[in-house]
Structure formats: C-alpha cells, structure tokens
C-alpha cells in the first residue's frame, strides 16, 4: 500500500509516501505494517492523517532515504547503490532544488527525467489504446471485405464466359483477373486511374471477341491483327456506350472507398505520432518536477494538485491540442463520405453488376456483328490467321464458391451497417485531442479532489496559481512550461488532415 502502483502499470504517478513529521507517528507506522493485514485500516488511517499534518505544515525533510530507494528500486530507475541512505544536501541537483537535505543525487535528477517522460508516454497510449484498435481494426476489415468483394466480382464475370461464351472463356478470363487487379490495386492506393484499366480491359476483350463473337473462322487471328484491333477498338466501339458507362460507375464507387481506406490508415497514423511525442527541454524538466522532485523530499506517495497537473500537461500536449479542430473536422469528413459510399454508386453494387455490364458490351458486339467486320476491314484488312489455339474454359467455378455465396447474401446491407456502426463508434473521440491533458490529469496522475496534494516546490492543501487553457496561444501564460512554437511533426499530421478532409 506505500508504494502504490508497481512498475509494469502504465500511468507513470506512483503513489507517494510522506515521511512522519515526528519520530513517534514513524515509529507507530512502522508497528502498524508489522501487525499484518488485521491492522491494515490503521494504517490508512494513520497514512491519512499524516497528508493532511504535512500539508497543514508544509512537508519536513526526511529523516530517512528508505523509501525513495524502495520505490526507486522498484520502478527499476538504476542501481541502488546511487540512492542515499539519509538526506544530503542538495547543491547540485538542477530542477528538484530544496532549501532542505534531500534524498536525491545529480545522477537520480537525469534518471527520475527520462522515466517521467516514459511513463506520460506510457499514459497516452494507455489513453488512446481503445480508439487506435477501433480505426486499425475496421481499417483491416474494412480491406478484407473490399478484397472479398473484389473476388467475387471477378467469379461473377469469369463464370459469365465460362457459360455463355466458352470457346473464348479461357482468354477472355485471362484480360478479367487482369483487370480486378487493377481495381485492387486502385483501391488499395495505387497511383493508376480507373478510365485507364477500364479502358485497358475493353480493348484486350475486343481481338478476343471478334474472332470468337464477330468474325469467328477455323483458324484464330494473327497476334499483329488482334494488336491492330486492340488499338482500333476506341473508334470502332464495338460495345457503344457501354465502356465510357463502366468508367463513370468505377470512378464513383471505387474513388470514395479508396478516400475512406486512406483516411483510416491516417487516423491511425495520427494517433501514433501522437502516442510518441518529443518532448521539449522545458517539457521534461516540468514532468520530472511534477512526477519525481518529491521523491527526492520522501514523498513517495503524494500526487500533483489538479490544477498543478492541468498546467504541465495542457503545456507539454500543447501542440497535440492544436490537432482538435482538425480531427473533429476529419471525423465529421468520414462520417460524410460513409454516408455516400452505399446505393447504387456504392463499390459492393458497382463490382457485384460489373458481370452485366460485360454481357450487354458482348450483347450489343455481336448484334452489331456485320457492321463491326466492315470497319475493321477498313482499318486493319481482312482477318490474318494462325492454327487454332483455344482450350476452352480454365476457370474453377467451384473455387471458393460456398464462402463468396455466403458473403454475398445481403453483403451491401452488411457493409452499410458496418460503417454506421464504426462511424458511431469513432464519433464518441471527436473531442479526443481537445480534452486529451483534462483526460489524463483527471483519470491517472492528479491528486482527488480534497487531498493535499504536491504544488511543485511542497506539499499544500490547494494550487493557487492561475489554470491555463489548451492549445499554443493559451500557454504564453502558462507558470510551468515555457512553450515555444509549433513541433513541425505535428504540423505535418495537421497538413495531412487538411488535405484528406479536403479530398
């Protein structure tokens, strides 16, 4: 119960001890912890009444290093044999400076300032473990059923050869997985455009279609004749409208999806630059004031002032407040785009019907058969042959049947819900970064309210200086920190909110 929290719990406020103002109180103490567990109440009780005399009196100087060098030996801060046995004066130490002797060293100063800065970056990715595992964790389902939509796409339109047009399945299905990799390959941040690989899969489909469809013969045509035909597809139009269609349903539906994955991989990246925050100089020497200085006074228990703590950490995440307008901006962004990316335009719908596309783009070449043979002769001559070459279908229509049946079945609705469900979810931390110091002073490291409680010089029943606010411009006011400009890493993740918000 002295030590309070042991090394391996993320908070970096242990429990502080205050040493007894006088000789019998420590002694009783003592006789309390020997009694066991029967007398544990006392123990409290007597703890309690210490705070409060201390802080009526202002804290004594130890009579005794014992309690530092348990907890510093606990929390693993470096060897013991640097922690006083009794108080020494201070002279040396830069930031725990005391009129009193004092239970620290130069060497513990340095040693206390690097676990303070480890253990507040420990409480904030404590604080944000939660909502960084909701957006990485929709981020990867989100992608998997993408991947699932996409290959159920692409079995929708490779079964539609296999049964309709088998002589040419196995060719055609060749251009088809082509071309659903191209769309994975979009969606998942690739820099390619859809009008491209839409366009790249209708003109491979067309020397195919012609010598199987249009203008079949005993023999296929020559690999020169299909190339002459694959670059006079765009002016003959052999499947009329049908292309500049499919361009318009792809950019509409994969454009949002391919935003809405870029945004989750950002948010996460936003909460991990976030979660590993460089301190500044001022900052540190603040933490270790206000987490460890009265360590080196024996007050291993006692815990900041609200207001004390309010002030170092508003200081230190001063440059995380700045990200609040943007990522309440970016949350609201999201929850737009999820809105628009169902119906008809949504990318299960688009994908799912890409096979019905294809057959009316076959429906209308054939048809349009005789016409099509006059203007390729136009263009490229009458057909030139080689030995027929055509196996057939190669397509598995068994392969993974089962699973991509049972995700289709209401996979839109499915879908749609999981983004509400998320946005939901997500629109709870829209006030995350705004409130992030006020989360973490309230929750792990400041002292109840009532308590005395540590000032950064002693031990006292309230804080009496001024409380700032968030954010850059507030801290110029600031009586703990000294805050300086703008960290360029956060200005960097505010750009990148800025501009997927705008996208």
């Not at 473990?129 to 990867?140: D, Q, V, Y």
């Amino acid at each position: 119960p002295l030590l309070g929290r042991g090394p391996g719990r993320a908070g970096g406020g242990s429990r502080r001890a205050v040493p007894a103002p006088a000789a019998a109180p420590c002694g009783s103490w003592r006789r309390t912890r020997a009694m066991g567990g029967k007398s544990f109440l006392l123990g409290v009780l007597s703890l309690a009444v210490l705070l409060v005399a201390a802080a009526s009196e202002g804290a004594e100087p130890p009579l005794s290093c014992e309690a530092v060098r348990k907890v510093f030996q606990l929390r693993r801060l470096g060897p013991l044999g640097g922690v006083p046995e009794s108080p020494r004066a201070g002279v040396d130490l830069q930031v725990c400076t005391s009129k009193n002797p004092t239970c620290c060293t130069k060497k513990m100063e340095e040693r206390y300032q690097t676990a303070a800065r480890q253990d507040i970056q420990q409480v904030l990715q404590t604080s944000s473990a939660t909502l960084k595992f909701l957006i990485s964790h929709n981020a990867a389902a989100f992608q998997e059923t993408f991947e699932m939509i996409i290959r159920l796409a692409e079995n929708y339109t490779s079964t539609l050869f296999c049964s309709a047009y088998r002589t040419m399945a196995a060719e055609a299905t060749m251009h088809v997985q082509e071309f659903f990799t191209d769309v994975g390959l979009f969606l998942f941040g690739t820099d390619i455009s859809t009008e491209e690989f839409v366009n790249r899969f209708f003109d491979t489909l067309f020397p195919v279609v012609y010598n199987h469809v249009i203008n079949p013969g005993p023999t296929d045509i020559s690999v020169e004749y299909a190339e002459c035909l694959r670059v006079a597809r765009r002016d003959i139009r052999p499947f009329g409208n049908i292309p500049k269609k499919a361009i318009g349903q792809m950019g509409r539906s994969l454009l949002p999806s391919r935003t809405f994955l870029q945004a989750l991989n950002l948010g996460i990246e936003v909460i991990n630059t976030t979660d590993h925050l460089q301190f500044s100089k001022a900052c540190s020497r603040a933490l270790l004031r206000m987490q460890y200085c009265p360590h080196c006074q024996g007050l291993t228990l006692s815990k900041p002032c609200m207001g004390y703590c309010l002030n170092t950490m508003r200081g230190c995440l001063a440059d995380v407040a700045e990200v609040d307008v943007h990522w309440r901006g970016y949350i609201q962004s999201l929850e737009e785009l999820s809105g628009a990316l169902g119906g008809a335009h949504g990318i299960e719908h688009v994908l799912l019907n890409f096979h019905a596309l294809v057959r009316d783009a076959l429906v209308q070449a054939r048809i349009n058969g005789p016409h099509l043979s006059e203007q390729v002769n136009k263009i490229c001559g009458p057909p030139v042959r080689k030995p027929k070459h055509s196996p057939g279908c190669s397509f598995d229509q068994n392969k993974d049947n089962q699973g991509l049946k049972m995700f289709s079945r209401d996979s839109g609705e499915t879908l749609t819900n999981r983004r509400k469900e998320f946005i939901g979810h997500l629109r709870r931390y829209r006030a995350f970064y705004g409130g992030l110091a006020d989360q973490l002073c309230g929750n792990e490291l400041a002292a109840a309210q009532g308590l005395p409680c540590w000032n950064g010089e002693d031990l006292v029943r309230s804080y009496t200086h001024r409380v700032v606010g968030s954010g850059i411009k507030a801290q110029s006011a600031n009586p703990e920190v000294k805050v300086k400009g703008t960290d360029p890493v956060i200005s960097q993740i505010i750009d990148k909110l800025k501009h997927i918000i705008q996208v």
